[in-house]
């Protein structure tokens, strides 16, 4: 079933590649078209057939298009969204896939034009590789992806974006901007932070055994930091919050542990063995 | 080479298991006697080869052997050294397989007599599974062994226990016991407690997202609660250290969020990123 007649993707990267080739096999856009800023990328994303068009610039990349997909780092997507929008065309949906929806939803609302339909998206998939070069038509099977429903979202361009990411086999849900970002500050950018602050407490002694458990639980760590600071600073309040709360569950294992009281340190280990495996 | 006429391993479980079945393999001993506590672990063990001779008697089982190895959970191994002692001939050497050193060291020094030789080590491997069904031969393969240097530890005995370890596959080191427990603390115990109070911190709302990033790192909160409030508990002092240290790291970063010094925070994440590179 083809939907679209042409999908602009602003940023080829890992998530933008795998936009487009999950687009071009599903045959949900006839035309998709990748803009770049490095013709370095864009080689790369031609070998591997991510796009089925390229350009460098902006106007020419989102003409006609019916969606335009920002898929950079998250910081550049509202100044991304205001070169965008004068060159869309009418009717057209503007979305993203940042990681972070508060920074994303507030700015643009106030970068883009009033006739411009936007609706925050975050595809829940990716890995600790960032380039063109790992992107996979499979990438969002299966995954989340978050849409965001704030006061200025338009309910027809939700439903066009929600049918968007399903279709290229993400299961879609909906929060408010608040909501999501709370939620992956817990389950995402905190563990980010968790694992690199491990790293860092490390010294030349410790390293050496750094095996098997160890490896599990910084894994992410090796992510692209560029990438990170970028998220961790987009999300700041939520990250915040979290960490007070993973300190004070910290505190109090401490002084259960400090006191002897084994019950309820069984207790915990206990319930979050439960937790762990369930998912 | 036959090193020795006859080991001993209390406890058959995972690394106790994985022991008599290296040492068979790899032809370190004629005897290898398992001394159980339930008739079950022992029909399983002996199903699987994993020791050539039981017993639910520690007097009979120690009888005559040249290294008695205890392989039971850390809390029990003084009260078991205690037993075994009295029954172990003269020049055998007593040893174990605990993941903390000082408690053990400081207890079994009080607990058996004088005669008797005691060498701690540390086998370094293992995973979420403790059964003997996940024992296998090559478990230590590789794999790093901490041995510890006391004030009481025969130099004799040492070496033996060193060449022990190192025949099955094991690469050998010595610490003293406070020195193991501060590195394993921070890399193993630490470790523990994070993907646990991790997994604890989730709610409901959170869970359903929880996928690769957040999978890895709390991998290890599926461990045997059991065993864990019992390493937890034996080296309290270098654990709570460890959550000390560990909290000051994350109000370091926590800090330099909240001041949007995004010079140090990618600072922070090149760092950690480096050294998780390099395990």
Request: some cysteine.
């Amino acid at each position: 079933m083809r939907s679209f007649n042409k999908i602009a993707i602003i940023g080829v990267g890992l998530i933008g590649g795998s936009i487009g080739l999950a687009a071009q096999k599903r045959g949900i856009a006839r035309h998709v078209v990748g803009v770049f800023r490095r013709t370095s990328t864009m080689a790369r994303a031609l070998r591997m057939k991510a796009v089925t068009s390229v350009s460098m610039d902006i106007a020419e990349g989102v003409k006609d298009a019916d969606i335009v997909i920002i898929a950079t780092p998250v910081s550049l997507i509202p100044v991304m969204a205001k070169r965008c929008a004068p060159f869309m065309k009418k009717g057209a949906i503007l979305t993203d896939a940042g990681s972070v929806k508060g920074f994303v939803v507030k700015e643009i609302s106030k970068a883009i034009p009033k006739g411009v339909r936007f609706v925050g998206s975050h595809p829940m998939a990716g890995s600790e590789k960032t380039s063109v070069r790992f992107a996979r038509a499979d990438l969002f099977q299966g995954a989340f992806t978050i849409l965001t429903m704030a006061q200025r979202t338009d309910k027809a361009a939700l439903a066009v974006i929600r049918r968007f990411w399903a279709s290229l086999g993400s299961k879609v849900v909906v929060a408010t901007p608040e909501e999501h970002d709370r939620i992956v500050a817990l389950v995402s950018h905190l563990p980010h932070v968790i694992a690199q602050e491990l790293c860092i407490l490390q010294d030349k002694k410790s390293l050496p055994y750094a095996a098997g458990g160890f490896k599990d639980t910084t894994r992410i760590a090796s992510s692209d930091p560029d990438m990170w600071m970028d998220i961790f600073m987009a999300n700041r309040l939520e990250v915040t919050r979290a960490i007070d709360r993973f300190i004070e569950e910290l505190e109090t294992f401490k002084t259960d542990l400090k006191s002897g009281r084994t019950k309820k340190i069984l207790a915990r280990s206990r319930m979050a063995k439960a937790i762990r495996d369930r998912i």
